[in-house]
């Protein structure tokens, strides 16, 4: 039987993990952040404090890839530490809502800006959303190695670009970050509540460091590169948020940066009239590049779950030539395309996809306490910078996050709670049809 193979390296990886972070949400969630927010203060305290959450999440993470340096990632942290049911459900979640509704949404902001460039009607969006599924996908069955080629491609092109933003709004902004979008708000209750709903945007927009740990199987020397790369991404992908954002503030003002539906696109405009083109094909290439590491992820996921017989067994086909999941990914670029055109708005998606991927990373994290009590002397190539305190740290503000979404987005939260436990029977039919076969 064929197998994946290991080609990837701790350069690929790490532009792997901050690819997956860069993709749509930093030029489309900064206004967002500013509407909850209105002070240039609270807005890069947002930002930061979603680096920090993000920086110890990936230090939690690396001593669990180092302890189980297999593909699926989180996937396989849950089911070695809390069984089949809450590693089914995470995967679960993953296919039906989480990565197949992310791509689904990178691909569409992917066409949207196509219009920018060359005019579409709202059926030739979704034509160039679905192609582009179609394009990602072709990439990903060929060879994981020629996706890390790609990946580090675009990765480089979107920094280049953000870098690019950054200059112009260092160089030719106003000087300063601008007076507050509306008034501070009163009481502390109201001030972390829109702290919670400014988080929305931030951990979207941060979301993906972790998608090396799913490749772990095809990773040379997985137990020292996966966490290295998680880290490096991070750290990475944390201070090019906070420069933008300056930028951002400094070119427009917060008031301007909390109207804008395009905040980047507007605020290179206030300098270079033409510049909103330029934008417009930082976009493209950054969110085609960030579908292309989600295609390449996420099927490592199902792949896994196929193969501890939790999910369908086709899924677990490796192609004899590619040696990659070809069931897997076709599964999910199948899906992808269905969302696609059944979609919703862009922030109404994103409290969906980012409220259910918190609940499992907050699972997840809690696993390096329960294996240093389980496992004490398992083998551990990195063991966690600052423990107990940075997965502390990760956890709190996870569980504040998850909480404060339940009070303030009870909708989006309750159909994101509902679509998870869609997922129990078909979990009762796997678990069935492995025991008849057994």
């Not at 790490?14 to 807005?43: E, K, N, R, W």
């Not at 302890?67 to 296919?95: I, K, S, T």
């Not at 996050?401 to 159909?415: G, S």
Request: aromatic share 12%; proline share 4%.
């Amino acid at each position: 039987m064929s197998k994946l193979r290991r080609e990837l390296t701790l350069s690929g990886l790490t532009l792997i993990a901050i690819g997956s972070c860069i993709g749509s949400g930093i030029f489309l969630t900064p206004s967002q952040v500013a509407q909850h927010l209105g002070s240039p203060v609270l807005i890069l305290g947002v930002w930061a404090l979603g680096g920090c959450v993000a920086l110890t999440g990936a230090l939690t993470f690396a001593e669990l890839g180092a302890m189980f340096p297999r593909a699926g990632g989180v996937y396989v942290y849950l089911r070695e530490g809390y069984g089949d049911l809450a590693a089914f459900w995470y995967g679960w979640a993953y296919f039906v809502v989480v990565n197949s509704g992310a791509l689904a949404a990178l691909t569409l902001a992917c066409a949207y800006y196509v219009g920018f460039l060359v005019p579409l009607s709202g059926d030739g969006q979704l034509a160039v959303a679905c192609g582009a599924v179609v394009v990602v996908t072709t990439i990903n069955v060929l060879r994981v190695k020629l996706v890390q080629l790609f990946a580090g491609l675009f990765t480089g092109l979107k920094l280049a670009g953000i870098a690019a933003i950054v200059g112009v709004g260092l160089w030719m902004g106003s000087g300063g970050l601008g007076t507050p979008a509306a008034p501070a708000v009163d009481g502390s209750r109201d001030t972390l509540s829109a702290l919670g709903l400014a988080l929305v945007g931030v951990f979207f927009s941060y979301g993906g460091w972790h998608h090396a740990s799913y490749l772990s199987g095809e990773a040379r020397d997985s137990s020292r590169t996966i966490p290295r790369a998680m880290i490096l991404g991070a750290l990475i992908v944390t201070l090019t948020y906070l420069a933008i954002n300056i930028a951002f503030m400094r070119l427009l003002g917060v008031e301007k940066m909390a109207a804008s539906q395009k905040v980047a696109a507007d605020a290179i405009s206030t300098v270079m009239p033409s510049g909103a083109s330029a934008i417009a094909v930082i976009i493209v290439i950054s969110t085609f590049g960030t579908a292309l590491i989600y295609t390449l992820s996420a099927p490592r996921i199902y792949f896994a779950m196929a193969e501890d017989g939790l999910f369908f067994r086709v899924l677990a086909r490796v192609h004899p030539t590619f040696h990659t999941p070809v069931a897997a990914v076709l599964f999910q670029s199948a899906w992808a395309i269905v969302l696609i055109l059944a979609w919703g708005t862009f922030e109404e998606v994103i409290t969906y996809v980012t409220f259910t991927d918190w609940i499992f990373f907050t699972l997840a994290a809690s696993l390096v306490f329960v294996f240093r009590v389980r496992r004490p002397d398992a083998e551990r190539s990195y063991r966690t910078l600052g423990y107990p305190v940075t997965p502390l740290i990760f956890i709190c503000v996870s569980v504040f996050f998850i909480v404060n979404t339940l009070i303030e987005r009870p909708v989006q939260a309750v159909w994101a709670l509902g679509l998870l436990g869609s997922g129990l029977p078909f979990y009762l039919y796997f678990k069935r049809a492995a025991r008849s076969s057994g």
